[in-house]
């Protein structure tokens, strides 16, 4: 998904001092991916990390927007009215996707990239577009504007050219994904973060209470506004850089009164679309969203006008979840 994000997660410094953990780190979806693993072989750690940044580039080759072969390519150039099977993991971003769109009161739409190119010059810089530019744009976003056929792993769309782009929810899902691969090599005390925006913790290490982040002030870095230890659950973050915008799909303008999110959820998936999500999100639709989905919780900052201290940061859900420490 076309946005900006600022980076406001962590690894707590202590992590360093957790007996037995090895890190590594790859290079993946323009971001560095790193995978904390408590294992007493340090060899077969290794192995099993290198197992999941393999599966991490196979994703990238079928999900990146860049790829010219990937299936989000060959959508972006498909014509209208025309039916195109799917490999199944696009399928499954895409079927995510459909459904957090939904759910999130059309805030997360992976269809957002007209609107984006409308507000931002070639080179990335800001510019104003006029209303005129943004109708036009209007006329391409929208997850309205396709079907999923199940059956057949299928995508159709009704317009042509659509943008799709799940920067959104692809480096969510690839964190999953070598989860998953992971448990299967028999590692269970681990920790995957995607650029520190998208977190996913397996089992705590030994004798803790879950694995240790820092949640930080975008704008005051030195002032950490939360240290929550995470278990088995997922942790994404979100923000405006002073370079970009975030777009709320539903008017066409850029979001304001917000300067960083986060989310926590069972998956990574889910957690890397609701930070984007909260952020376009009204504080009672955020409510609203959390009292109904009794699992995920946010945490939002109000933008520059405030001062941003605990007491003004307003959160949701069961924080409780993540052992929050303040």
Same mark, same amino acid.
């Given at each position: 998904? &076309? ?5 406001? &997660? ?52 079928? $999900?990146?927007?860049?790829? *010219? ?6 959508? &972006? ?106 448990? *299967? ?16 913790? $397996? ?14 002030? !975008? ?5 950490? $506004?939360?240290? !929550? ?19 709320? !799909? ?23 679309? $609701? ?31 405030? *001062? ?19």
């Amino acid at each position: 998904m &076309n946005k900006d994000r600022e980076q406001t &997660n962590s690894i707590d410094k202590t992590t360093a001092v957790i007996p037995g953990m090895k890190r590594f780190s790859y290079e993946a979806m323009a971001t560095t991916f790193e995978i904390y693993i408590v294992h007493e072989d340090e060899k077969y750690a290794g192995q099993a990390a290198n197992a999941a940044f393999f599966e991490l580039d196979r994703l990238e080759a079928e $999900l990146s927007r860049f790829a *010219e072969s990937s299936d989000i390519t060959r959508i &972006n150039h498909l014509p209208a009215k025309k039916v195109f099977r799917l490999g199944l993991d696009a399928f499954e971003c895409l079927k995510i996707s459909y459904l957090m769109y939904e759910q999130t009161y059309k805030t997360f739409d992976i269809t957002i990239g007209p609107l984006y190119n409308c507000w931002h010059n070639k080179d990335g810089s800001l510019r104003t577009p006029s209303q005129e530019e943004i109708d036009k744009a209007m006329q391409h976003v929208g997850m309205h504007l396709f079907e999923l056929d199940e059956r057949l792993h299928a995508i159709w769309l009704s317009v042509s050219p659509l943008q799709i782009d799940l920067g959104g929810v692809g480096k969510g899902y690839a964190v999953d994904k070598m989860a998953e691969l992971l448990r *299967e090599w028999g590692i269970n005390t681990a920790l995957i973060s995607g650029g520190f925006s998208s977190v996913l913790a $397996l089992d705590a290490p030994p004798g803790t209470k879950g694995w240790p982040l820092s949640l930080s002030n !975008p704008n005051n870095r030195k002032q950490v $506004l939360a240290r !929550p230890f995470l278990c088995n659950r997922a942790l994404g973050s979100s923000g405006i850089k002073k370079s970009g915008h975030i777009i709320d !799909p539903r008017k066409g303008y850029p979001v304001e009164g917000k300067i960083a999110s986060w989310s926590s959820a069972p998956s990574a998936a889910v957690a890397d679309v $609701l930070s984007t999500a909260f952020m376009i999100m009204d504080l009672d639709e955020i409510e609203k969203y959390c009292s109904s989905h009794p699992d995920q919780a946010a945490m939002i900052i109000p933008d520059d006008k405030y *001062e941003n201290t605990q007491e003004e940061i307003k959160s949701f859900g069961p924080w409780q979840e993540v052992s929050l420490i303040e």
